[in-house]
Every structure is written in C-alpha cells, then in structure tokens.
C-alpha cells in the first residue's frame, strides 16, 4: 500500500512550508534515508526525508507551492501501484480554477495579473525575463521554476562602439520567502519588546591574531588525525565569549515574562549568512568545551548551514549570541538581540590605525571594536559593561582561554 510523506513540522511556529525543489522525480527509486525534496520553512530551507522503500509514484505539488505542515508531498509505493487520490491536495497559492486550453505566453490570467509561482519569480528576476511573455503550463497557465528555465532572456540590443554602455536599474518584486518572514516577525518582536541599550568596547586585537598565527602555523600543516586543523578569528571570539560568561555569568539569563532565568551553561550561537537571510546555529554548553572542540564544531555546523541541513534542535534554545561582521571589513555594528537572549555580541574587523601605547607613543595599533546589544529588562548596563571588560582581558590576554 502507498505512503503518503506529508509536510513536516520543523520549528515551533512552523504552519506553512513552500516546496523548494524536488531531489527525486516521480518513477524514481527510493529508499529509507533519501533526501527526496527542498522545503521552505520559516527558518531555513531544509531537506525531506524518506522514510520508505519504494518508488516515488506521485507529488503533489510543484515547486515554489506553499503547503500546509500535514499536508501531502508525495506517495511513495511500489511500481506500477496507483497513488492514492487525496481530497486536500495541494493547489498553488491564489491559482485560478483549471481552464480547458492553456492561457497564451502574451495575456495575463484573469485580472491582468502574470500568474506564477514566487521561485519562478525570483529566477525570471536574476535571468531578466519579462513574465508576460513566457508559456505557463501550471494549472490555469501558472508560469513554473520549468518554464522560467526553458525560456530565453529578451535580447538585448547592440550599443553602438563609440557609445558607453549604460548601466540600468530595474524595479523588481521580489517574493517575501518563508524565512525573511519569520526573521522579521522575530527581530521586530525583538526590537520592539526587549528596551536595547548599547556599549561598545575597543580590544587591542595584536595578541589574538598573533595566537592564531602561532597555532596555525604549527597546525594547519598537519593531517587531521595528527591533530592537524586551522583556526580561524571567529574560533577565537566564539572561545573567549564563553569564556568570558565564566566570570560575569549574570550575562548568561532570559527574560521568560515573570521570572529572569539564569542558565547553567552557555548554549552559544553565531549567524551564518546563507541565501536569502541568517541562520544562527547553537554551540551547546560552550563554555566546556577547548578551542579544538568550538572549532570543529563550529565548522560543521556552518557547513550544514550552508548545505541546508541544520536540524531544527541544532537553531534553537541559545543563551547568548556572537555576530561576527568582520570579514566584509565592517569595524562597528550593533546586531538586535536574539530572542529571548540578555545580550548580542557584535564583532568587528580588526583594524591598523595610530594609538597610544604604555609609554605614550604613537604607533601602529591593530583595534578591534566589540559591541554589545543588551535587553534592559533582563540585564544593566554595569553587566553589559563588566561583560565586555572581562572579554577584552581574555582576548589581549589569550592564553587565559587555553587553560
């Protein structure tokens, strides 16, 4: 008898996932374990497993389709085995009711609007192709990701030698993804319940960065089960942030309505940027693991990041956050404070500029600035303060986090 792999629930507010892309086709052998599609959630774009043997004999939507959590994907049976028909099956937000023969390329669906799904959308966007004019063959002549990628870009016209081409700007629409909605209902909740205040502190960033060459230079060279590995600033940070909880853990608490919860361990995230908005995975009780560890771990959470493989478990329940924006050279940020942590820290790029040092001499300088977001209700800013004091220690002094 068939399967059906319905819509699964993969956060707490999740009540809708948009199908992102189909990884196995219908006919196609499957088995127990198979990623057979790309889901939307309002977290990240994560992959569907099979948990059958078979073929899978039908889906149910098509790509860019919003489904309801419960709903039906597919059916996966045996070949040749008819797919069960389902009385909600899953139609194309807003889709038209069927028409007999398909809509022509030039006329836009009932009400003069293009009708198509939001990747088709996006993909016409990034390919510059003009909706009106391309076949849509979804229900009601709605334009699909397929019809998108068999279409070609509208020529573009010769510029003659002698003139300058011209760049151009284009207004676009760009569809609101599940993810971009659910990182802004939270941030604005964020901003507007937990009151912000702000500290920022500067760090001489010279003994960190010296560390990190030492370690990598004796390191990075060796094969992984000779210890080999390299560490890079964000290691570092991540380290001395946990750390630095050690001595001031009031940072360490949540704002829960009528109680201030201090936790027990420093369950850390960090943002990883990825296609179309932020991920912040979670480095659970941080502050007893080494430097190796925070690596290591770190290193495999970015890469399930980035490959759309983070477990919802692997996003959540964080007791402080570490934005790190240094690499794209920003050297002062504040981020809003994730929800329902006391603080964000925001790190920034090192940088050379001229300062004093103990014998009041001008020189080079290698300055760090770190900022600090904290909620007012949660924590003071003497906290915040006496936070950042003991984390600018650690990292002028990093040998403090080696043992």
């Not at 939507?61 to 899953?90: F, L, R």
């Not at 990883?272 to 502050?287: C, F, K, N, S, Y």
């Not at 603080?343 to 050379?352: E, F, H, N, P, Y």
Request: hydrophobic fraction near 45%; aromatic fraction near 2%.
């Amino acid at each position: 008898m068939a399967t059906l792999i319905d819509m699964p629930k993969l956060s707490d507010t999740m009540t809708v996932g948009t199908l992102v892309k189909w990884l196995k086709n219908e006919g196609d052998p499957v088995e127990n374990g198979d990623m057979i599609a790309e889901v939307e959630t309002d977290k990240a774009t994560m992959e569907v497993e099979c948990f059958d043997d078979g073929v899978l004999l039908k889906q149910y939507c098509q790509a860019g389709d919003e489904v309801p959590v419960g709903g039906p994907i597919a059916a996966i049976g045996e070949a040749g085995e008819a797919a069960p028909e389902v009385s909600n099956e899953t139609a194309p937000a807003n889709a038209p009711a069927p028409v007999a023969a398909p809509v022509a390329a030039a006329t836009a669906p009932a009400g003069g609007r293009v009708k198509a799904s939001p990747l088709a959308k996006k993909i016409a966007a990034d390919k510059g192709i003009d909706l009106s004019t391309v076949q849509g063959t979804g229900p009601g002549g709605r334009i699909l990701k397929e019809d998108i990628e068999n279409a070609k870009a509208a020529p573009v016209a010769p510029v003659a030698a002698a003139v300058a081409p011209v760049a151009t700007l284009e207004a676009l629409e760009i569809p609101v993804s599940n993810m971009r909605k659910s990182i802004g209902k939270a941030l604005v909740g964020s901003k507007t319940q937990a009151p912000h205040f702000y500290l920022q502190i500067e760090v001489d960033g010279a003994p960190l960065a010296k560390l990190r060459a030492e370690l990598n230079g004796k390191l990075a060279g060796l094969a992984p089960e000779h210890g080999g590995t390299k560490f890079s600033v964000n290691d570092l940070t991540l380290k001395a942030a946990a750390e630095a909880v050690r001595r001031v853990p009031a940072i360490n608490r949540s704002w829960e309505g009528d109680t201030i919860k201090q936790h027990p361990n420093v369950h850390l995230a960090f943002g990883v940027a990825i296609d179309d908005g932020l991920v912040t995975p979670v480095i659970r009780a941080a502050e007893t693991k080494g430097l190796r560890e925070i690596s290591a771990e770190a290193k495999v959470l970015i890469k399930k990041a980035r490959g759309k493989k983070l477990a919802p478990n692997e996003m959540s329940g964080s007791t402080l956050t570490v934005t790190n924006l240094g690499m794209f050279g920003i050297s002062d940020f504040y981020g809003i404070i994730n929800p329902n942590n006391a603080a964000i820290l925001s790190i920034g790029a090192t940088i050379k500029k001229p300062v004093v040092n103990e014998n009041d001499e001008i020189v080079v300088g290698q300055v760090m600035k770190i900022g600090l977001s904290g909620d007012h209700r949660t924590i003071d800013g003497a906290v915040g303060a006496q936070y950042l004091q003991v984390l600018k220690e650690i990292i002028e002094t990093p040998a403090l986090m080696l043992v």
